[in-house]
Every structure is written in C-alpha cells, then in structure tokens.
C-alpha cells in the first residue's frame, strides 16, 4: 500500500489530477517513448489515513510501476510525505506483505527514508467515500 500526503484543502478530483500529471512526467523523463499520457498505469485514490497529524491518501495500482515511480519522486526530496506499508523477507522490502507477514512501513519525507510504525497513533480508518476533517 501507498499513501502519499495530502493537503487540508486538496479535494479529491485536485489530488488525482496532481497524481496524473506527476506520474506522465516522471514516464517522460524515464524514457517512457511517445504519448507518455497514455501509458501510464491505471491507478485510483483510496482511503485517508492520518499518520503523525499529517493526512495520507492511498493510491491503488494493480501494477508496480506507479509505486514505484512515487518512491522515486519521493527519494528526490518531493514536498509531500511518502508511505509504503510492507513487510521485510530477509533484507528485502516487499509489497504487498504476504498473508502472515508482520507488516512493517518505510516513510520519506523530505527525501529522508526511515522506518516507521504508522499503526502506532492511527485512529480508526473512515471509509473510502468519507470525508475526514483536518485538524
């Protein structure tokens, strides 16, 4: 799973669209070739999540490359703070954790990885239709 941080006055049609154009330049400076609008991989925004008093929106792809890409951007010092929830095999970062895995997280924020444990001071998650209220 990734989330990536949103803003308080972000809807959601604004933080898709944002989601769009970052992921059709990042295939074009990746080399992603001719109409690079039209390759990149179908994704949807999910649930809100609050980590640390900042907001997270999940982005959902059934391929790998988006989260991917979203790591890259994130590596690179990107304003908004980053998550993946995993699980470690060995040391080897997996998403998605396997049935069983003990889930773990990585965060970059301001281009810093670490490891975190964003269960720790979660509330209970609203659904996927539901409006959160910004602290």
């Known amino acids: 799973m990734t989330f990536i941080q949103t803003y308080p006055d972000e809807s959601d049609d604004t933080f898709r669209r944002m989601m769009q154009d970052l992921l059709t330049n990042l295939l074009r400076e990746l080399g992603g ?10 994704f949807s925004v999910g649930r809100t999540i609050r980590w640390a008093g900042m907001f997270f929106r999940e ?26 929830v995993g699980a470690m095999h060995g040391a080897v970062f997996v998403m998605p954790a396997y049935e069983g895995d003990k889930l773990i997280a990585r965060g970059i924020f301001d281009g810093e990885e670490t490891w975190i444990n964003p269960f720790a001071s979660v509330p209970p998650l609203p659904s996927a239709t539901s409006k959160v209220p910004f602290a």
Request: hydrophobic fraction near 35%.
């Open 33 to 42: 070739g001719e109409a690079p609008e039209n390759r990149v991989t179908p």
């Open 59 to 84: 982005v959902k792809s059934v391929a790998g490359s988006p989260h991917s890409w979203l790591w890259l951007q994130a590596c690179r010092g990107w304003s908004r703070g980053f998550i993946q």
